[in-house]
């Protein structure tokens, strides 16, 4: 018991690290006192059934992947580990085409929308979302490339922390803790312009469409549009959703109907 409390409270810890969290703001959000979040993350503490689900909610995670009982999806940017055991996790390789073309597209995006004020990371992951899917259903041929898990709060883009963290370190973008109508933000601003020589004019397109329609709607609405999308409606939680559904969409969301 006492191990697995260990392990719970060091999860925890790296995701709260990962969301750029302090303490004093978890705690707040979970509605306990610092140092109790802190006997939990020295494995001191048990963690009771009503926090665990605050923290799913915080972290966007299912109770299950906290308590280990269903691994999340380990993403690698173009890198093979030989002699690794591939069965240990699922695990997302990112070939480095699709690696270049979705860090383009994503600054294609933040140079675009990204200082508008509603754009925070949840906006940005619809708008990938309908670009990837939107295109697919146009082209039958991938855009980013990118997974997409359906999550409570809509698709999720699996590669996206990775990415972004390889993308801070190159300095490419920044990363900004905000507030949107006094709830708590994470937004990415550009530090270069993307390099168009890497977008077709058809994707270039498809982005702007789905810029032009999408980008001034705020998280919850975003969301909310997401969850009506075929794709999403027909995979179950947690899970990858197939870019094959896009082709049983329906008006507002099929690009084919006329």
């Given at each position: 018991?006492?191990?697995?409390?260990?392990?719970?409270?060091?999860?925890?810890?790296?995701?709260?690290?990962?969301?750029?969290?302090?303490?004093?703001?978890?705690?707040?959000?979970?509605?306990?006192?610092?140092?109790?979040?802190?006997?939990?993350?020295?494995?001191?503490?048990?963690?009771?059934?009503?926090?665990?689900?605050?923290?799913?909610?915080v972290f966007d995670i299912s109770v299950d992947e906290l308590l280990d009982r269903k691994k999340s999806p380990e993403v690698i940017l173009d890198k093979k580990?030989?002699?690794?055991?591939?069965?240990?996790?699922?695990?997302?390789?990112?070939?480095?085409?699709?690696?270049?073309?979705?860090?383009?597209?994503?600054?294609?995006?933040?140079?675009?929308?990204?200082?508008?004020?509603?754009?925070?990371?949840?906006?940005?992951?619809?708008?990938?979302?309908?670009?990837?899917?939107?295109?697919?259903?146009?082209?039958?041929?991938?855009?980013?490339?990118?997974?997409?898990?359906?999550?409570?709060?809509?698709?999720?883009?699996?590669?996206?922390?990775?990415?972004?963290?390889?993308?801070?370190?190159?300095?490419?973008?920044?990363?900004?803790?905000?507030?949107?109508?006094?709830?708590?933000?994470?937004?990415?601003?550009?530090?270069?312009?993307?390099?168009?020589?890497?977008?077709?004019?058809?994707?270039?397109?498809?982005?702007?469409?789905?810029?032009?329609?999408?980008?001034d709607m705020n998280a919850g609405r975003i969301s909310e549009y997401s969850h009506k999308d075929v794709p999403w409606l027909t995979t179950g939680d947690r899970e990858i959703i197939d870019y094959e559904a896009v082709f049983y969409r329906t008006s507002p969301y099929s690009q084919r109907?006329?």
């Open positions: 018991m006492a191990e697995l409390k260990a392990l719970l409270g060091a999860k925890i810890k790296k995701l709260r690290e990962q969301h750029g969290m302090s303490q004093e703001k978890l705690a707040a959000l979970l509605n306990i006192k610092r140092s109790s979040l802190s006997q939990v993350e020295r494995g001191g503490r048990d963690v009771k059934s009503g926090e665990l689900i605050k923290l799913s909610t580990e030989p002699g690794k055991d591939e069965n240990v996790h699922i695990r997302i390789s990112v070939p480095q085409k699709n690696l270049k073309k979705f860090k383009e597209v994503l600054l294609y995006i933040l140079n675009k929308v990204g200082a508008k004020p509603n754009v925070g990371e949840t906006v940005i992951y619809k708008l990938l979302y309908f670009m990837d899917f939107d295109f697919y259903e146009l082209f039958e041929e991938q855009l980013t490339g990118a997974s997409y898990r359906k999550n409570h709060h809509g698709p999720t883009p699996v590669e996206f922390a990775k990415i972004v963290e390889e993308m801070i370190a190159n300095n490419e973008i920044e990363k900004i803790k905000s507030k949107y109508f006094d709830y708590p933000q994470t937004k990415y601003l550009p530090l270069r312009q993307p390099r168009l020589e890497f977008l077709k004019a058809n994707e270039q397109k498809v982005i702007d469409d789905v810029l032009n329609r999408l980008s109907c006329d």
